[in-house]
């Protein structure tokens, strides 16, 4: 495929973490063939045994795994799926972008890469080193979303008697310092909420004497009183 490209495999000054020989790489369901995958702290590569490979950024995968499913792929591999697109695909892919509505423009690409190592028993060891070299490239949206925009309260402050302190109120204080509107609304919410508990069952499932239906929960219910020993003869699974 024409992404392809030629460099030199990642060393330890780029914090080379695994290199697995004999790994087959797939892409979205294509073979690209057999090579080495370097796991490394700057970035993901693989290359194939003519040196032709290709490299993935950290920031770029969404999501790697170890996947034994058999049914979803034949054999055992680490599972890379990265927001970006790929060979011939991504040549295809402009031509149509072009031609969609500006309404498409949020949906972010994909690509799935299958590494297929030939020993299965490095994958455990492949997952850990992702994990690793991930880590040190965290998200910088995760990173934001962190920033608390709130004031902060200051408890070494407060402790020195600096700063404003809070004011909690009790349930008595804090209807006097309701307002005339306040005071109308919450009797009207009262008022809504003492006609709504009249008309339900209690929690033990006893009628109230304001409802007299004769059915609950769509199923006819018989108000007629149980006999006594009624049902002293059946068998109970306990």
């Known amino acids: 495929m024409s992404f392809l490209k030629s460099f030199p495999p990642p060393g330890s000054a780029e914090g080379l973490r695994q290199q697995q020989p ?5 892409l979205n369901g294509k073979g690209l063939g057999t090579g080495t995958l370097y796991i490394a702290e700057s970035r993901l590569s693989w290359l194939d045994g ?46 149509e972008e072009e031609e969609e509505d500006d309404s498409d423009d ?24 992702m994990c690793e070299c991930q880590a ?43 307002t005339a509107e306040g005071q109308a609304t919450l009797e ?18 006893v009628r109230t004497e304001d409802s007299i239906r004769d059915y609950e929960d769509g199923m006819e219910v018989d108000t007629t009183p149980t006999v006594a020993g009624q049902f002293e003869d059946a068998d109970v699974d306990h």
């Open 50 to 95: 003519s040196g032709l490979g290709f490299s993935l950024e950290y920031p770029a995968i969404s999501l790697h795994a170890v996947s034994r499913d058999l049914n979803a792929y034949p054999r055992e591999h680490l599972y890379v799926m990265v927001n970006a697109k790929f060979g011939e695909e991504s040549k295809e892919s402009v031509a």
């Open 106 to 129: 949020d949906v972010e690409p994909i690509a799935e890469f299958r590494f297929v190592p030939n020993d299965k028993s490095a994958l455990e060891a492949m997952f850990t080193a």
């Open 136 to 178: 040190l490239h965290p998200d910088p949206e995760d990173e934001d979303s962190d920033d608390y925009d709130g004031e902060e309260y200051d408890v070494e402050a407060h402790e020195q008697g600096q700063g404003d302190i809070p004011t909690f109120y009790t349930y008595e204080e804090g209807l006097s310092h309701l």
């Open 188 to 205: 009207r919410l009262e008022g809504m909420l003492s006609q709504s508990v009249s008309s339900q069952y209690n929690m033990a499932g």
């Open 22 to 26: 004999e790994t087959e790489a797939v």
